[in-house]
């Protein structure tokens, strides 16, 4: 059979016309697929929900043994690695005197035992948080409960995100964290140098209908809950007491309210 | 034209191998900053940013200066500069080479690079100063490379050119204000959060740029016979003094501003930088040459017998561009991280793989750079009249 060349371009046009049709038609149905799987399993039953996560940390009853339980709980299930160096310490939760988490509020004249009081320190998973803001490739993010997330796999480790957290919450992996970290929780996924990292609020508990690991060993020392909902918990101390976030003229809007 | 980097002097190749040779020395450096990651740096976790993003900082402001000679040329037509514009291209495309692999160096995961361009986000500042700097980079290699060609046939520069020249003109500080909106924009870290920012920044490029442009011009004069002119030199020269007076101003209205306002979280990097804060003093002797060299660029540079005579012009511009590289180059990213955020000091300092990196990615600018001036120089050599008529050989 010979073809001329209108016969060969009609083909060829025609071969292409559904080569790239049918290939978008897979596309988009793979896709929805996908979304519609998503959806069906994204909420499980015995996950926590709220709009915004919050919590109340109670200085009065926190001391030297809950905040080292705090730390090192949180520290064991999320696979944070020991490095003792200052300069490449890892920390999703940790202790840091008053006078240094509100260094605004120094005084002279402020008793003793409160500026050098050590206070738990973490995320504080802002409402209008500047790291998510910053990132070039969302590898930071906000849930819609409020979680400040990181996606511990996208992350270019540009580092940007560190200089617009006002709170000193993220840490970078400025070596590979695998042999720092002294037993593995299998559950957790271990991190790769070169990327940065933080406090997750412990989403994984939450979606099992956890609180968060830090709330359960605190001794009611810390109190979690959602801040949208006027009858929880946060909201009923919230209303009852004055307590302080970290640096608020800053506009960043702390979900971590502390109670003196 | 690319045939003409491959005839050269002896004196050219051994420049050029030179050049090679602290490459592979940066590069097996960052070899040993691929395996083990960035904690071979001084960077840490209260100066998450050194070196590597001062480089990018400072570089950026030099291939923005571009615009200095461009714009009198092409704007006002202002024919001294006839000789020296694609000079000024050059340089920007070299600069801008350098910004991207320092940003590229500074990265903890560089082969995850393109998810910047997989997952673009308008939201970040970074987004926005990807697309300015590789647009200024494709324009100034255009326009560079057209005007440049044109030039080899002896014919006037294609009319369609033009449009891209105006463009260029306005992006290049574009690119400049982006970068400023990096640390402008970031809550809680006062050194950086200043309008101020991006005026500074334009105007410290405008000084180191042309300072360097002396300089590179002298050494183009010396080493081929394509002579950029007297006059060309000494309008740069007068540009760059009204600029580092722009930015010595701008400075002291930050110090104005910080001091009479008593606001103490808007002293401590100042404090930090000039006299040391809690005992740590690291980069006051930094800051001490700094003024040193300020004070020699804006003496010689001001005065014009001084600006005239070539020896202490060669001076007074390396003066300047040292004095603006150790400001913008190292003092303005690690001053912005000192005090942290819980008003506490660690300070830093570049360990000896990240100054091998830095040299090696500075000759890479060099090296591309001279690459260029030696295909410029060589058009220019041939062509001994330029389009206004005007000497461009030495005789």
Redo the contacts between chains.
Sequence with gaps: MRIDRRQFLKILGIGAFIGVGGWSMFEVVSKREIEAFVERYKKVPEALQAKRWAMVIDLKKLDEKIMNDCIEICHRIHNVPALLN????I?WIWK?KFK??F??M?DEYMPEEIKNKYVLVLCNHCENP?CV???????TFKRKDGIVMMDMH???????C???????A???????PRQYVKEENKEFPLR?????EKCTFCYERIDRGLPPACVEVSKGAIVFGDITDPNSEVRKILASNFAIRR?PK???KPSIYYLL | MLELVLKGSQRYWAWVIFLMALIGVGFIAYLYQLKVGLGITGMSRDVSWGLYIGQFTFLVGVAASAVTVVLPYYLHNYKKYGRIAVIGEFLAIASVLMCMLFIFVDLGQPMRVLNVLLHPTPNSIMFYDMIVLSGYLILNLLCGWVILTAEKKGAPPPKWIKPFLYIAICWAPSIHIVTAFLYQGLPGRDYWMTAIMAAKFLSSAFASGPALLVILCMIVRRFTNFDPGKEAIQTLAKTSAYFLLVTIGFYLFEVFTAFYSGIPSHQYSIIYLFKGLEGYTKLVPVMSICILLAAIGVIILVTPPLRKWEVTLAIGAAATFLCLWLEKGISLVVGGFIPNPFDKVFEYWPTIPETLITIGVWSVGFFVLTLLYKIAATVKEKAIFDKYGEKQVKT
């Design positions: 200052p300069k490449e310490e920390k840091e240094y988490v260094p605004e120094k500047p803001r910053v990132c070039p490739t969302k590898a996208r992350c270019i480790g540009c580092r940007f560190m200089a617009g957290c006002p709170y000193g993220r840490s970078f992996n400025w070596r590979d790769m140098k070169g990327v940065v640096k800053l506009g960043t």
